[in-house]
């Protein structure tokens, strides 16, 4: 660490530390207030649109403080739903793709309370069910856009410094205290350091004073820290037994943190195995309800699509038929989930039919290609017998697209993040496809771009983010731009 980079750290510290320190409660309060304002504003606009728009009710006749009293009683159940989204979103605990399904789920969960109590208290006949639908309905996207905005706003007010809310102190060797500040830009995490212990300046005797820890504490209980912060070289945990004991008569969180610069793995999360609490180092890319909702959601997509494309299967299969000799559906192993290889199904686009393990990559103007195959793998239809591979579970509607064997064996000597691709089952249409990244990959910058796009995918997977692609994948150009 050099003496120039310690003082761009301590300057960034300085332009930022004058910013107010917010509480996460009043955070959490005001964008409760907001969101449940908005929802009540729905409700009742809901109401008084359907009543004096479209059955044009004189106003003596419209039942005015009943909407107003359940439009502020949807609100504030709301409202308490996104008090714990917005702590969980400042406690890091909610990944930003959770957004959708969680807001519509609150809302979902705060209208049908809302209709039990009207239903308790005898007034749900007195409340127009056309209202109350469109309601609902229109809610719906409201709060969804609504959620992502408000993320979106306290997100960028975090990464800009502009929004604090979290105070922490540190206790570490000076070397490792300001390694981890040089490493962590704080204040753009919506952190506040507050104050420091060097371990070296609170020894007595061989050891840490109990009460200069004892007195470290207090000050920062004093200055509202919620994060005592320990650092150190992993390799001497066991040290700090000692340190810790004397922080247990402080109401405080202590966390702890191994060296950045002597330890280049990141830790997740504890896990309980058992009677230990481990480290995960690794997650699977996805939950088991996750696996199972998607594996739905496949069979059903699956089924549905090859009900449907039944014509334009026949269709197509008598073209080839017609085109050229051979098969009508080619065959070729694929390395799939986990690394597990699997025959793939296509509808046969060239004059030859090679195995996967020794083959060449078609390229624009490949000889090989026959006047149909080309317009198939113009418009993708070739890959349409994959739903078969679908239904089979060999693939999943999105995915990464898998490659050859050869290719894959190739291209994991070549690219270190290669591999992880197979964390997830590969899929007939992916998040590589839709941003352009398909067809021939003859550089590594094509294959490194379409490696990144399908990680963030695996990274951030969920349902909506899937049938996002799928519909980029039958409307956008870019799914399109290097088809041949």
């Keep these: 660490?050099?003496?120039?980079?310690?003082?761009?750290?301590?300057?960034?510290?300085?332009?930022?530390?004058?910013?107010?320190?917010?509480?996460?409660?009043?955070i959490c309060a005001s964008v409760a207030a907001v969101e449940g304002l908005v929802v009540a504003s729905v409700f009742m606009a809901s109401a008084m649109l359907y009543h004096f728009i479209l059955l044009q009710t004189a106003f003596q006749y419209f039942a005015a403080p009943l909407y107003i009293a359940f439009s502020l009683l949807i609100g504030l159940i709301y409202a308490g739903f996104s008090a714990v989204a917005a702590s969980r979103f400042l406690d890091g605990q909610r990944r930003r793709d959770t957004t959708l399904p969680f807001s519509f789920f609150s809302w979902t969960i705060a209208f049908a309370a809302m209709l039990m109590i009207a239903f308790l208290a005898g007034v749900v006949g007195d409340l127009s069910r056309v209202s109350l639908t469109s309601a609902f309905l229109v809610g719906v996207p409201v709060v969804v856009v609504m959620r992502s905005l408000v993320q979106s706003v306290l997100s960028q007010q975090i990464s800009q410094g502009e929004l604090r809310f979290q105070k922490i102190a540190l206790i570490g060797e000076r070397e490792l205290v300001l390694d981890f500040l040089l490493q962590s830009d704080l204040w753009r995490h919506g952190h506040e350091l507050t104050n420091t212990l060097y371990l070296e300046d609170a020894m007595r005797d061989g050891a840490v004073a109990a009460e200069n820890v004892a007195a470290f504490a207090r000050a920062a209980l004093q200055q509202g820290v919620r994060y005592i912060v320990i650092t150190g070289d992993i390799a001497h945990i066991n040290d700090l037994d000692g340190l810790i004991s004397d922080l247990k008569r402080f109401s405080l969180n202590v966390v702890y943190a191994p060296a950045i610069q002597k330890n280049r793995i990141e830790f997740l999360d504890v896990v309980p195995i058992g009677p230990n609490r481990t480290l995960r180092v690794l997650r699977k890319p996805l939950s088991d309800g996750a696996v199972l909702l998607k594996r739905a959601l496949d069979i059903v997509g699956a089924g549905v699509g090859l009900l449907a494309l039944a014509p334009l299967l026949m269709i197509t299969a008598a073209l080839i038929r017609l085109d050229s000799p051979g098969p009508v559906i080619f065959r070729q192993m694929r390395r799939g989930f986990n690394g597990q290889p699997f025959s793939i199904m296509k509808f046969r686009t060239m004059t030859v039919t090679e195995s996967g393990f020794a083959m060449t990559q078609a390229t624009r103007d490949d000889a090989r290609i026959t006047r149909i195959g080309r317009f198939l793998r113009a418009t993708s239809v070739d890959e349409l017998p994959q739903l078969f591979n679908v239904l089979r579970g060999d693939m999943s509607l999105v995915g990464p697209r898998p490659h050859a064997i050869s290719h894959d064996d190739e291209l994991s000597a070549q690219l270190a993040q290669y591999a992880h691709r197979q964390r997830i089952k590969p899929g007939i249409t992916g998040w590589a496809q839709v941003n352009g990244y398909r067809g021939e990959t003859a550089t590594m910058a094509q294959m490194q771009g379409r490696t990144d796009y399908d990680l963030y995918y695996i990274d951030n997977y969920s349902p909506f983010l899937d049938l996002w692609i799928i519909l980029l994948t039958i409307v956008s150009p870019k799914t399109r731009r290097n088809a041949f």
């Design 1 to 26: 660490m050099s003496v120039s980079d310690l003082s761009r750290s301590t300057q960034n510290h300085d332009l930022h530390t004058s910013r107010q320190v917010r509480d996460p409660m009043w």
